[in-house]
């Protein structure tokens, strides 16, 4: 807690017991401007940053050690064990050696992953405002200190313990404190001092978000000495749940391990029916067993999704859940918001209109783009008289039922910023082009109470005291809403607004009412119903939020990904429309639903619409979670976008749910799979293909290993059934495992995109490791290996070469086959030839080492003892090599046959 000061009445009461000018008094913090900034240093200093202490980062030997919790390394050392008892210590040293390498890399690449994760929650920071010297500021909430001022409205997370100064009905969500099921509703007045902790209406705390309302709150507790820093401490971080790709290696894992012990027992069912040496035949066993086994496979899991999280990140979308990184390859439907998602976010008041009796109006359009206050008002082509009564009045209601702030420009070349909702702070432009000074009629008509903004009645109210005593309350919102309040409006008034408001939509605009209610009451507990039939309308405003320029080739993109976006709307539908038709989001024959016609709609015939409907304008928060749960029951894969506290059922609905980094609030993040930096649709985009991108990678991994261990098991199957003598020997075979996955394996995981992820079908959510193009590429593959390897073998051996010679050259061969077809797995369908070879400096690198590997398992006089082989004369080796292409050749011409058929850029 902050220091106390020496007049305060009562150091010991807690802070729920104490008055709002007791708790002042003990803060020592003024009301209306807060600390200074040398004070909020000097109080950082002291309490340190506000934040929980993150867990001490695991000790290197327990994350060494966890690389050996597999059942795949359990066998490892089963086999280690077998060849000691039989006498063959070189071979266990070099299974071990097998389990060594692979754990250090687990080890590092682990490592990796962690720092990854770490930097990226660096990047998702939670900022808060704050009431510092008097001036409104935005700062990471790990620095706020005791004695603070934070604002809170709606959508905001709680970043620290605080005693309620001032609220208006605020709502505040506790279930993640106390358990409760609905938000608690707060209020300012002090509660006893036993009061339990559910029920000090006077506080609100760390960990909690509001989901209504707006409140100035004075922080009295930081990092570990609040409610949920204390919570923390006597709590362990579980780790995150595996993902359905993590689980389906997983299978994948066990399944070859079974059919590796099966392998085992024919082998030396074979060797004991060839009457071979036992030792031999059970090394050899060992060894087949082993190269079956996908040391590398867990590792290069690891790496493909840290690299894609990284990817990711630079992109500007931060992966909040590694499961994210997985379904955005499968995702089938995209439903965006509009605002500053689709668009710029850089709204413009440019049309205004205004009742006129018997008449259709009169309009007024309003110059001017962006945030800077310049832009005349024009009506018929002449300045419009802005002191004019209707107009003044239309003017004043926009700039006072307003929460945000226009600042000008702190620099000389630095722009006006709005803080708070862009909406609203068009509307304090357009007061301010008008001439209006918003600073003196805010003084002069101060704000008495308020009805906050509520997204289901799409309406918002607030009372004020105006010159001369009097009260008005000025009422905001969407026209028919605001329609539905007016008072004895002529019906051809009526209809004239709202012609005017759907020729405004038609026009791509965001249409807002206004009006106002003279010596009106606002009671919280009736709501906006007590307005019904009093409110005079004022008028509407027009405003414009232009696509962004990107948006429009990321839709494009989409489509030839098999991916239809959506647009979810809070605005007309006639301007979502507008905007989804310019974008390529409607097409020919696709059509609006607003949400009362949704309402509408039974479930099968919402089903049967859905392929028709392009945009979802003016839904409620249920109607998005029911929008959701709608096309996952025609069996899409839907990424919802949202920015509100009434958006997260839907994002935490939804398959991936992404939140916006700039527009949303705490609430929509935390309960979203993926936030987007710059709430920008092409980001999003641009997600799904490296989601696609590491899938694939995956997937190459899984065909390489597959088809060289079958390779490797079919030689040795030939040579026992055919009558020949063992082609590799035990420790030649695990020396290949070593240079195939230790060195190249977990570099394909880094491929760059392959050009053509945006051009294929999205990912079935069924779909296999092995399906059934994995598979006829594995059938083309492993024989050809097998062929290579076993044909070069049985023919020196005729030649009457001497079997240590064949069988050095043979384990080259095999060696290089598996070189070979590592290229071969890094595209589908395109050319492994040409600029691809280098396209991926990882996995360039890791043959270079494995080619080094092999030199010296030939040349080093220690390494042939060790391993059983000769030196090769160094000629022979291109003889070697050029027969190890053939697989690399088979390969070209079976891309060359699906190029002729279905050509892909690559």
Known sequence: MPPTTTDDPDTTAPWHALSVEEALRRCGTDPQHGLDAQAALRLLAQYGPNALPEPPPRPLWRTFARQFKSPLIYILFAASVLAVALGHRGDAGVILAVVLVNAMIGTFQEGRAERSMAALRRLSTLHVRVRRGGVEHSVQAAELVPGDLMLLSAGDAVAADARLLEDAQLQVAEAALTGESVPVSKSSTAVPEATGLADRRDMVYAGTHVTAGRAVALVIATGERTEVGRIARLTEHADEPKTPLERRLDQFGRALVAAALGLFVLVVLLGMWR??????????????????????????????????????????????????????????????????????????????????????????????????????????????????????????????CNDAELAPPEEERAAWTVLGDPTEGALLVLAAKAGIDLAALREQSPRETELPFDSDAKLMATRHRLPGACHTVMVKGAPEAVLRLAKGMHHDTLAAARAASEAMASRALRVLAFG???????????????????????????????????????????????????????????????????????????????????????????????????????????????????????????????????????????????????????????????????????????????????????????????????????????????????????????????????????????????????????????????????????????????????????????????????????????????????????????????????????????????????????????????????????????????????????????????????????
């Open 275 to 400: 009457s071979l040496p036992l030792p031999d035949v059970l090394m050899v066993a060992i060894s087949q067993m082993v190269s079956m086994v996908p040391e590398g496979l867990p590792v290069a899991m690891t790496i493909a999704l840290a690299v894609g999280m990284q990817r990711m990140a630079e992109r500007g979308a931060l992966i909040r859940r590694l499961s994210a990184v997985e379904t955005l390859g499968s995702t089938t439907v995209i439903c965006s918001d509009k605002t500053g998602t689709l668009t710029r976010n850089e709204i413009t008041a440019v049309e205004l209109w205004l009742p006129a009796p018997g008449g259709p109006g009169r309009r007024i359009t309003v110059g001017g783009i962006g945030y800077a206050p310049q832009g005349e008002l024009l009506e018929e082509g002449r300045p419009a008289d802005t002191s004019e009564p209707s107009l003044h009045d239309l003017l004043a209601a926009a700039a006072l």
């Open 516 to 906: 106002s209610v003279d010596d009106g009451e606002l009671d919280p507990a009736q709501g906006f119903d007590a307005l019904a039939g009093r409110v005079r309308l004022l008028g509407l405003v027009g405003q414009i939020d232009p696509p962004r320029e990107e948006v429009k080739a990321a839709v494009a993109e989409c489509r030839r990904a098999g991916i239809r976006p959506v647009m979810v709307t809070g605005d007309h539908k006639l301007t979502g429309l507008a905007i989804a038709r310019e974008l390529g989001i409607a097409r020919p024959g696709d059509r609006a639903v607003d949400g009362m016609e949704l309402e509408r709609m039974g479930e099968a015939e919402l089903r049967d619409e859905l392929p028709s409907i392009a945009v979802f304008a003016r839904v409620q928060p249920a109607q998005k979670l029911r929008i959701v749960e709608a096309l996952q029951a025609r069996g899409e894969v839907v990424a919802m976008t949202g920015d509100g506290v009434n958006d997260a059922p839907a994002l935490a609905r939804a398959d991936v749910g992404v939140a916006m980094g700039v527009t949303g609030t705490e609430v929509a993040k935390s309960a979203s799979k993926i936030v987007v930096t710059d709430d920008n649709f092409a980001t999003i985009v641009a997600a799904v293909e490296q989601g696609r991108v590491v899938y694939n990678n995956v997937k190459k991994v899984v065909l390489y290993l597959f088809a060289t261990s079958m390779a490797e098991v079919l030689v040795l199957l030939l040579a026992l059934l055919g009558g020949f003598p063992l082609p590799l020997a035990a420790v030649q075979i695990l020396w290949i495992n070593i240079v195939t996955e230790g060195t190249v394996t977990v570099n394909l995981v880094m491929d760059p995109p392959e050009g053509d992820e945006m051009r294929r079908r999205p990912v079935s959510r069924d779909d296999r490791l092995l399906g059934k193009d994995m598979l006829q590429r594995i059938a083309l593959m492993t024989p050809t290996i097998a062929a290579v390897t076993f044909g070069w073998f049985a023919w020196r051996l005729s030649q009457g070469v001497p079997e240590a010679l064949v069988r050095t050259e043979t384990f080259t061969v095999l060696a290089m086959c598996q070189w070979f077809n590592v290229l071969n797995c890094q595209s589908a369908t395109a050319s492994a030839l040409g600029p691809r070879l280098l396209r991926n400096p990882w996995l360039a690198g890791g043959l270079a080492l494995s080619v080094g590997l092999q030199i010296a398992v030939l040349y080093a006089p220690a390494m042939n003892t060790l391993f059983h082989t000769v030196p090769l004369p160094p000629a022979s080796l291109i003889p070697l090599a050029a027969l190890a292409s053939l697989v690399l050749w088979v390969e070209e011409a079976r891309k060359l046959l699906v190029g002729a058929t279905r050509p892909r850029g690559a």
